[in-house]
């Protein structure tokens, strides 16, 4: 059996927004603070799937790392890492593009949501990324990956390929890793459309709340998100059929730690031009502290490329000896 060990990243491409942070990196904190072992990734090699301007990718990585130190990651708590700096990632991710069969890529449903009726111009990258994806995960025998939902699919098929090298070599050598999705904000939607997630890739950018956004900038983005006249409901029944209210209460709930229910409870009855600013003020008095630390931090990119380059050392003493010993069960 294999030691608990926490792996889970974010891609540095565009902005940092409210569903990487309630999704994603809050419970990342939440997790490091547990005292298991954690390692959380900047994963740049994901990120140039699609094309990337040089600077663009240069500076949203260091965004990025102040944004996990800003919301709390420890880099003594846990390892802090830009994925290109540790080679073992790729070079696993090659073997496991050898393990995976075409037609398991051809069923991931987020190749198929960003690419659409384009998917002869995608990349080799973007269909292999699950892949890459699992090699990240694979590389340090991470059992546990905290994700939002949209990646849920992902770690099903890091465990495929985790069960067919086993079996193929007849080892016991990769563990069968569990997607961790929990809390009341797992799936953050666009603020302009009730039935897409929230994503960096959104051409709106009102449709996202970016971390770094002026508390104007996001009072004026919650005043404009798309809604329905109804008041808000006393209990959850209340809010099926209605994706935007629902949204709007999740994101209330994952920002002020409560459950839709205690939110309901409070809130109930009263009228979006009510509720829109109490969301407002509640999303600015959690993130403003959050991105003011994170202006800091960027102040001295030295410092974060030093983080990052020690975060990489020690990666490379747990990824250099996993690699070592794969290379061996294939034979190299
Ligand atoms: P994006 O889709 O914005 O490019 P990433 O692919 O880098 O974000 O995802 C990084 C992490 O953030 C993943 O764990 C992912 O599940 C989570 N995540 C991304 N978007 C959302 C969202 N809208 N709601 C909840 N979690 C999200
Ligand atoms: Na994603």
Redesign the pocket.
């Known amino acids: 059996s294999f030691t608990p060990r926490v792996f ?4 540095p ?2 902005d940092l ?1 409210l ?2 942070y ?3 990196i809050r419970r990342f904190v939440e997790v490091q603070d547990t005292g298991v072992e954690t390692i959380y990734c900047m ?1 740049d090699l994901h990120a140039i799937t699609v094309w990337q301007d040089p600077a663009d990718l240069a500076r949203s990585t260091r965004t990025l790392c102040a944004g996990y130190l800003a919301a709390g990651i420890d880099p003594q708590k846990s390892i802090l890492i830009n994925q290109s700096q540790v080679p073992e990632h790729a070079q696993l991710a090659w073997i496991f593009n050898c393990v995976a069969r075409m037609g398991w890529m051809q069923r991931m449903t987020q190749f198929k949501d960003k690419v659409g009726k384009n998917a002869q111009n995608a990349s080799l990258g973007l269909f292999a990324y699950p892949a890459l994806m699992a090699a990240d995960i694979l590389i340090y025998h991470a059992t546990h990956v ?6 849920k699919q992902h770690v099903e098929l890091t465990r495929d390929i985790a069960a067919k090298f086993n079996h193929d070599y007849d080892v016991d050598f990769f563990p069968m890793t569990e997607p961790v999705i929990e809390g009341a ?5 666009s603020l302009r459309d009730g039935s897409k ?5 959104d051409p709106s950018d009102a449709s996202r709340i970016n971390m770094m956004d002026d508390a104007d900038t996001i009072a004026r983005k919650i005043r404009r998100a798309k809604t329905d006249p109804d008041a808000l409901p006393s209990e959850v029944a209340g809010l099926e059929e209605r994706p935007e209210a629902r949204n709007l209460v999740n994101i209330y709930a994952g920002l002020n730690d409560q459950s839709v229910d205690q939110v309901l409870e409070e809130v109930g009855g009263r009228q979006f031009s009510e509720f829109k600013p109490m969301l407002a003020e509640l999303a600015v008095s959690k993130l403003a502290p959050i991105s003011t630390e994170m202006t800091r931090l960027l102040a001295d990119p030295g410092e974060i490329d030093r983080i990052l380059a020690s975060g990489a050392q020690r990666a490379r003493a747990i990824t250099a000896p996993i690699l070592a010993r794969t290379y061996e069960i294939v034979g190299m």
């Open positions: 889970s990243g974010v891609q491409s565009g927004h569903g990487n309630l999704g994603a994963v905290p994700v939002g939902e949209d990646q904000a797992t799936r953050v939607m997630k929230m994503s960096k890739s």
